[in-house]
């Protein structure tokens, strides 16, 4: 089977994707395009998922970068391909050509950014934390510093899970409400005390808020559609044991 590669014209004219479960080596729970190291999945099939990944964003693969995911507003800058261990951020920027940036979520936001005049281009991991504690903004932040403009950027969230299926409790909308009383437009009420929260929602508004140029979300919501997504979320009611991770790429 081959990829499936979710693209968006904000981001032309960078070779980029947001890249679905379809197409991959993996199998069992993980069937698919299984990209994370950090799951249970075999070690070298994962490995043939990613070079796969590599193929189609016409790069070697140590020149794909991605970072050990926290759920921080922390940004890695880069310049060349990393060596050792991964450092532990949320997001990477880069005005280097050649260098592809990644990131891996299995219902949290992966945001991809790009401005085509300064030739910067930018990768974060935005759940509902990180993007609680400002990873986008830092994302804008850091474009900035090595010669963006922000009002020339575009982003563009991938598939997330939707509010219709993220159901969470009344501690969950105080955290939202100690940053912002108008956060509360991001929560609908749901069964008895719990609530649905609306994470690409929330995310678009930070962007924007942040004098972004243009900002979209793909409308894919990683949680209903099973056959195309992995989801954390999913797993988890299923009680399975693991799950795979979904990758998007930009590269300059």
């Given at each position: 089977?081959?990829?499936?590669?979710?693209?968006?014209?904000?981001?032309?004219?960078?070779?980029?994707?947001?890249?679905?479960?379809?197409?991959?080596?993996?199998s069992g729970i993980?069937?698919?395009?299984?990209?994370?190291?950090?799951?249970?999945?075999?070690?070298?099939?994962?490995?043939?998922?990613?070079?796969?990944?590599?193929?189609?964003?016409?790069?070697?693969?140590?020149?794909?970068?991605?970072?050990?995911?926290?759920?921080?507003?922390?940004?890695?800058?880069?310049?060349?391909?990393?060596?050792?261990?991964?450092?532990?951020?949320?997001?990477?920027?880069?005005?280097?050509?050649?260098?592809?940036?990644?990131?891996?979520?299995?219902?949290?936001?992966?945001?991809?950014?790009?401005?085509?005049?300064?030739?910067?281009?930018?990768?974060?991991?935005?759940?509902?934390?990180?993007?609680?504690?400002?990873?986008?903004?830092?994302?804008?932040?850091?474009?900035?510093?090595?010669?963006?403009?922000?009002?020339?950027?575009?982003?563009?969230?991938?598939?997330?899970?939707?509010?219709?299926?993220?159901?969470?409790?009344?501690?969950?909308?105080?955290?939202?409400?100690?940053e912002s009383p108008?956060?509360?437009?991001?929560?609908?009420?749901?069964?008895?005390?719990?609530l649905q929260f609306?994470?690409?929602?929330?995310?678009?508004?930070?962007?924007?808020?942040?004098?972004?140029?243009?900002?979209?979300?793909?409308?894919?919501?990683?949680?209903?559609?099973?056959?195309?997504?992995?989801?954390?979320?999913?797993?988890?009611?299923?009680?399975?044991?693991?799950?795979?991770?979904?990758?998007?790429?930009?590269?300059?």
């Amino acid at each position: 089977m081959t990829l499936e590669i979710l693209t968006s014209d904000l981001l032309s004219p960078f070779r980029h994707g947001f890249f679905t479960r379809r197409g991959g080596a993996s199998s069992g729970i993980f069937s698919g395009l299984n990209c994370g190291h950090g799951s249970s999945d075999q070690t070298e099939v994962v490995a043939l998922n990613r070079r796969r990944v590599a193929d189609a964003m016409e790069v070697a693969p140590e020149a794909m970068i991605g970072v050990h995911q926290v759920h921080s507003p922390a940004v890695l800058t880069v310049e060349g391909p990393v060596q050792g261990d991964k450092p532990r951020a949320d997001a990477i920027v880069t005005a280097t050509p050649g260098l592809a940036l990644t990131i891996l979520t299995a219902d949290c936001q992966p945001v991809l950014f790009a401005d085509p005049k300064a030739q910067v281009i930018g990768a974060a991991h935005a759940g509902w934390r990180g993007a609680l504690e400002g990873v986008l903004e830092a994302t804008l932040d850091a474009m900035e510093a090595i010669g963006a403009k922000r009002g020339n950027i575009s982003a563009v969230i991938g598939p997330s899970i939707s509010q219709r299926a993220y159901e969470v409790g009344p501690e969950f909308l105080d955290a939202f409400m100690a940053e912002s009383p108008d956060n509360t437009r991001f929560f609908a009420n749901g069964q008895d005390d719990r609530l649905q929260f609306d994470l690409p929602g929330f995310g678009l508004h930070r962007l924007r808020q942040a004098g972004i140029g243009h900002a979209d979300w793909t409308r894919h919501c990683t949680y209903s559609d099973p056959d195309r997504f992995y989801s954390y979320r999913r797993t988890t009611h299923a009680k399975e044991v693991d799950y795979g991770r979904l990758i998007s790429v930009i590269r300059l």
